[in-house]
């Protein structure tokens, strides 16, 4: 999955306005606080596969289907040879502005943290029977 393209910037990354194919992967679509968790856990240090289900809790095959769309979208590169232990880390482009990244990733989790606090104040739901 190739997020969509906006409108052609010469600096399609960084500057005031965040990257529209950064906030389509994490924020529009289904698994995007997954991609955003790799994407923070890749900060750190080069990891497999492998290494990001076992830190994240998430099953392996879920792990390689967002690292497969985070490298189309040029977020992740690998290094190594392929194979099992094939590292993935953040793209050159990605590093450089990771601090575009950081405030889509404060959104989401202030995002996340207004949803819990909805369900919270919600009242519960009786059942007829």
């Not at 290094?79 to 482009?93: F, K, W």
Request: net charge positive; with cysteine; aromatic share 6%.
């Amino acid at each position: 999955m190739i997020a969509p393209q906006g409108q052609v910037t010469v600096r399609a990354w960084g500057g005031p306005v965040l990257d529209k194919r950064l906030w389509f992967l994490l924020a529009g679509t289904r698994g995007g606080l997954n991609r955003a968790r790799i994407l923070r856990s890749l900060r750190d240090r080069p990891l497999n596969a492998n290494d990001l289900a076992g830190r994240l809790h998430l099953d392996y095959k879920t792990v390689r289907h967002h690292l497969d769309v985070l490298h189309e979208n040029d977020c992740v590169m690998t290094l190594g040879n392929e194979g099992y232990g094939l590292l993935y880390t953040l793209s050159p482009r990605l590093q450089n502005h990771f601090d575009d990244f950081e405030a889509i990733w404060r959104r989401l989790e202030s995002r996340a943290e207004l949803g819990k606090e909805q369900n919270r104040m919600r009242p519960m739901e009786t059942v007829q029977g």
